[in-house]
């Protein structure tokens, strides 16, 4: 072995022992150990998100925002939908899951209504859009005599992690002049999923849940783990996931002097114009850098 080899393998062995997706998983005698890391291992990671690099405004030679979306039923973006049960322990969960529990628990505040960030929408808000309470026909009979509604009449539905659809995403890409490269930086991330009111019906729509704010979130998303089916040893965070673009996604919207119209919204009834209207746009993005390296 060359020392070209061992130095990679030494630098693999270190960032297997910082990311390992549970701590303590060899060395545990009692299943409750599994995940508790040591005091000298709580001394020693200080494993946070790689921060963004100042960029000034006369640095940005060309930018456009472009709003994608995410398929969920596109195999290479089900580490953002699986486990879609939580009872696999606390450190495999969706992406849906982890964007909830931790707005419930008051890590991600920076929530909107809309992909612009200009309405802030609260946690009752959203709640109402996550579970419907309905009765069956014997329960409203039971209301209609004047009598108690049984709680075998009373009907909950939730939104689970197994329902999202999809992601709305919000980026922006631009060429840095001084790096001379073209790069992208995420700005917004949205979950799709069918209306509550009208889930399981033929009038069944999805709708945008709720706008996170990506950059306030990074510290949050990067606790998070997203399965490597590859190496179970090495997770990957669902920071790194975003930022380093690892999904498939469709463009079906770009800012235009039209007021950002969406493509469907001029290429109607017409899926397969979309789709091209939608590479034609990334084409155009991708071009200028192909661009500036021509004379």
Not at 2 to 22: D, E, G, K, P
Not at 155 to 169: F, L, N, Q, S
Not at 245 to 262: C, H, P, S, T, W
């Amino acid at each position: 072995m060359n020392w070209r080899n061992f130095s990679l393998v030494v630098a693999l062995s270190l960032v297997s022992s910082v990311s390992f997706a549970q701590s303590n998983l060899l060395n545990a005698k009692t299943p409750q150990e599994i995940g508790k890391k040591t005091e000298a291992q709580l001394k020693s990671d200080n494993d946070k998100p790689l921060p963004y690099g100042y960029v000034h405004d006369r640095d940005v030679l060309m930018g456009k925002m472009v709003w994608e979306f995410i398929d969920l039923d596109e195999r290479i973006n089900f580490p953002m939908y699986f486990p879609v049960e939580g009872n696999l322990g606390p450190d495999r969960k969706s992406l849906y899951a982890v964007l909830v529990e931790n707005m419930k628990s008051g890590k991600i505040a920076e929530v909107y209504d809309d992909s612009y960030f200009t309405t802030k929408k609260s946690l009752k808000d959203i709640e109402t859009s996550l579970s419907k309470i309905d009765t069956t026909d014997a329960g409203r009979e039971q209301y209609n005599a004047g009598e108690k509604i049984t709680e075998d009449n009373i009907v909950k539905t939730d939104i689970t992690p197994a329902d999202v659809m999809g992601y709305k995403i919000k980026g922006y890409w631009y060429f840095d002049k001084r790096q001379g490269e073209l790069k992208y930086r995420l700005q917004g991330i949205c979950p799709v999923v069918p209306d509550v009111y009208t889930m399981g019906t033929e009038q069944e729509d999805p709708i945008e849940l709720f706008w996170v704010y990506f950059p306030a979130v990074r510290d949050v998303l990067h606790e998070a783990k997203a399965f490597n089916d590859k190496n179970s040893a090495l997770p990957i965070t669902f920071d790194h996931l975003l930022n380093s673009r690892r999904f498939n996604g469709m463009i079906y919207q770009e800012e235009n002097v039209m007021g950002d119209r969406k493509i469907d919204e001029y290429m109607k009834d017409n899926a397969q114009m979309q789709l091209l209207e939608s590479e034609r746009v990334k084409d155009k993005i991708r071009n200028f850098e192909q661009d500036m390296w021509n004379y």
